[in-house]
């Protein structure tokens, strides 16, 4: 009896580890088979799943698995429609696994998911000018807009929602409907609903209850299918391991969603910045109070001769501030003469009324789509509708860029013209302030030549000085290199670079003009010395910029020959890190 005893229990194990190895060998073998999978998705999902310009899948959950389906050896197909659609695509056959549904407890009864590769948070939108809510029980006897067949229209229906549905074929059609005042809020994934406000340009609505519902993100497969399922699970295990599937995400959703900073995180940095800093600053004050006596010592005997001094420099500036700005003026003359003095009114105007145009155009390009597709194309403003909805945004965005340009122009001047009494240096990038006298000298750049060739160098160092100051000065360079020019033909260049030998930056500025006789290159920077007195020349402006460039550290260097044109280079020396903090 002991030993039958001990055979039938040898049996029952074997039996038992057949069992558990068999499904095992099934599961490391069929779905290897698996090679040619047919993916379902919405169509107007963004960012997660959408038809692009050109009718091609995109998004997040396409990339994704096309990155799946590579890992694994699959051949994937996309189709992508609207969502009730797919949901019954996956049920009869249609479609072996729809890349993008939220899970719910019902909804597992009918399908089959994977694990998460994402998570889904849920917000209430509502216009700028709605009552303002906090929360999902607020929207009793309120019109909601919600996406059929959604797992918010699941969620809505299951809870009682006491209100007025307004079912829409996509997240689209509901921001469209809350945007237009068709509906009082709408309920939508914060992410795509960002990033519909985005693209869609509704400047009007904001979400005012954020997080009202929180749903996984999962591949879902027809009833059964284990085989299937498990290689997604599989691949998408993969992706995390290798970190592409980090990437994707970053790509797509990092940038919508909001950034949590966590306490160990803040913890961390705490104690990197704030440590260091207490040590420093405890050293400092050791440091300070042992040089504090003998300081006292020796700022009796200074106070006398510091104040003379101070006297004396203010002197001095106030004179150069003086010659400074009688040079400023002069410049500036030439340059405002052909801006209108009332300039501004217009341009205000503009600005102010172009976004209501905006707006109005927003507000009926539903309605006109509408007439589009129930009646076909018409003309609207002498063209058909079906090229002016493309082209009205574009010529309302390109009308206010103008407008803005015209206000940046006309500050530009007016911070030209304005006395930097204080004029304190601070790290600042050529290459910016070349943009700004560009645009200050462009209608005499314009007047004067028809070439004029910008080269800026890439990771230009900064340098210590007043940007006022620095800007006058290329703006005289400039104007004298329009001026040196006898035609329209002959062409200007201007051109950035760093000098790591003498560890200085250079802007070299050269005209095809006239040139200068060799015997007058040594006094081009004396006071009052000109070649143009005829035409206006003070001679203060080589004179006053080689006191703004001494003044810096730096230095001009002329070079030219009567008929082959000049060359002016301006080098300021690279601020050390320390200068520009």
Known sequence: MQMLS???????????HLISVTPAVAASQDPSRITSVTVGGDRDYPPYEFLDKDGQPSGYNVELTRAIANVMGMKVTFHLGGWSEMREALQSGKIDVLQGMSYSEERAAEVDFSLPHAVVNHAVFARRDSPNINSMTELAGKSVAVHRSGIMHDYLVKSGFDGRLILTDTPADAMRQLAAGTTD???????????????LKLTNLIPVVRNVATHRYCYAVDKGNTELISRFNEGLAILKKTGQYGEIYNKWLGVLEPQHVDLRTIAKYAAVVVVPLFLLLSGFALWSRTLHGQVALRTADLTREIAERKNAEEELRLNQQQLVQADKLAALGVLVSGVAHEINNPTGLILLDLPILKRAHADTARILQQHFEAEGDFTIGGLPYSEMREEIPRILGEMQEGAQRIKRIVNDLKDFARR???AGKTGLDLNSVVRTALRLVDPTIREATNHLRVDYAVGLPPVRGNDQRIEQ???????????????KERGISITSRFNQSTSSVLLIVRDEGVGIAAEHISRLTDPFFTTKRESGG????????????RDHGGQLNFDSSPGAGTTVTLSLPAAHKEQTT
Request: charged share 10%; with cysteine.
């Open 6 to 16: 001990q055979v039938t229990c040898l049996v029952a194990c074997l039996i038992a």
């Open 185 to 199: 809020y709408a309920v939508v994934a914060i992410v795509p609903g960002m990033y519909l406000i985005r693209e």
């Open 420 to 422: 930097d009494d204080l």
């Open 473 to 487: 000065v290329v703006v005289n360079l400039i104007l004298n290199a329009c001026q040196a020019l006898p035609d």
């Open 538 to 549: 003070t001679g203060l402006g080589l004179s006053v910029s080689d006191g703004i460039v």
